[in-house]
């Protein structure tokens, strides 16, 4: 299994506007999580945030005692009740989130469903914001991503990062469709 890892993107706020700063990058802190794509069959999960209208891929911040790989697997049993089989250690995204002084890394992966489904149990924060789990068929990812029209600083972060490791995992994702 491959476990060199590639900066899938690097986000700032010059992403959204090209006249936007960084800032001191010494006063932000770190924040490290574990996200990516869950397959199943010829569909992905999502998670739809109805109250602001976009989707986003599972995944959640990394707890002290955890490696990524745990991290994620907890995140992926949490949001989608799945037990999955990690694919692939692909890559990390970086953000430099300024107005919320937060460098978010994330650790992604691919990995497939393992057994039958259980219950997504989203934590009372994600059921606020309209978590909802969701299994798109593959070939509707571009449409579905493509709607979301996020407004909250955070979320346009969100948005594009899980559309930028959408379209790294394109051709894991559709394989032999994409020739």
């Known amino acids: 299994m491959n476990t060199v890892r590639y900066i899938i993107s690097e986000l700032s706020p010059k992403d959204f506007d090209p006249n936007a700063s960084v800032g001191d990058v010494n006063e932000y802190r770190l924040r490290r999580a574990s996200r990516g794509i869950l397959k199943k069959n010829d569909t992905i999960a999502l998670i739809n945030i109805t109250r602001d209208n976009y989707h986003k891929l599972p995944g959640g911040g990394i707890e002290n005692d955890e490696t990524p790989e745990l991290a994620f697997e907890r995140e992926i049993l949490e949001e989608t009740g799945c037990d999955c089989v990690i694919k692939d250690y692909g890559g990390i995204t970086i953000e430099y989130r300024k107005e ?56 346009k972060f969100i948005h594009k990062r899980d559309t930028d490791i959408i379209n790294f995992y394109k051709n894991k994702l559709f394989g032999e469709k994409l020739k």
């Open 100 to 155: 919320s002084k937060t460098l978010q890394i994330s650790y992604v992966f691919f990995a497939e469903v393992k057994g039958e489904p259980g219950e997504a149990r989203f934590e009372d924060a994600e059921i606020e914001e309209g978590s909802k789990l969701e299994w798109i068929p593959i070939k509707e990812i571009d449409a579905v991503m493509s709607k979301g029209q996020p407004t909250d600083y955070d979320d």
